[in-house]
């Protein structure tokens, strides 16, 4: 016979453990509300700059087809530039070719660095790991933020250079522009799934930042120079930016965008065992 009154038995049945799912969707709920800021300055940062090159694209229309024809072939070959006879094309040569994918991927490195080893430095983590949540939650959510706040500056991004192309009359394609601007997201989110993998190996936010940040500067060069040299043309498949390609000069690949998704998703886990076996400082 229990001998448990029905008062502690009431209040023990009232406290529950909230499930994995539940600390998931708090941490990212918690994580967005962090990086709200930085979603905002970069989605519009980013997003007036397309406006512009948007804008003026009436005014030099007329003038890029005699300068494309001046390009070097190896530069067009390099920058996967075919021709530059419509604004999309423009928009990505200009803005989706180097500087969005880089910069991306690298917000996205700092977003996993600062949730997981980050978060350890500062001590936050101590206090965080001492609730019923484990580790691998931790390093779940931090790159659901980071795949979440990239999908919204993409977002502002594509509707704020669309609307400027539209109200300059250039005939802008929203599909075309959403698939280039989709585009980045695999990309990107394959490099937070790096830096989960080395957060689970080192202590240091900076070390996650520089490793992982070398290693996307690294595959970019590796993939530039492999599509200038015939020697260095096969280690283009060990970049990430391989994968890439020009959704808009080429068409949304599918199996490349799911390739880097499945990539970001082993990372992830990968990273997350590690960070859940090694010691939090």
Sequence with gaps: MSTISPARRAVATSVCVPSAWHTFAALVRRGLRDQR??????????????????????SIEHTMTDLIKNYPPGLKKAFGIVQLDSVERYVDAELLSVIVPLALAFL????????TVGAEDRGHLDTLLSLPLSRRVVVSASVAVAGIVLAAILVVMGVLTWLAGTLAGTGISATTLAG??????????????????????????????????????????????????????????????????????????????????????????????????????
């Design 108 to 115: 996205a490195i700092r977003i996993v660095a600062q949730a």
């Design 180 to 281: 280039g601007f989709a585009n980045v997201w695999p990309l990107a989110m394959a490099f937070a799934g790096l830096a989960a993998v080395v957060a689970g190996l080192t202590h240091r936010p900076s070390t996650v930042t520089y490793v992982t940040g070398a290693t996307l500067v690294g595959m970019y060069a590796i993939d530039l120079v492999g599509k200038l040299a015939d020697a260095v043309e096969p280690l283009r498949a060990i970049s990430a930016f391989r994968y890439y390609g020009s959704a808009i000069q080429n068409g949304f690949d599918v199996s490349h965008a799911v390739t880097l998704v499945v990539a970001a998703l082993v990372l992830t886990a990968i990273g997350a065992a590690l960070f859940e076996r090694r010691d939090v400082l």
């Design 37 to 58: 800021r930085a979603a905002l300055a970069w989605g519009i940062g980013f997003g007036l700059f397309g406006a512009m090159m948007a804008a003026i694209w009436p």
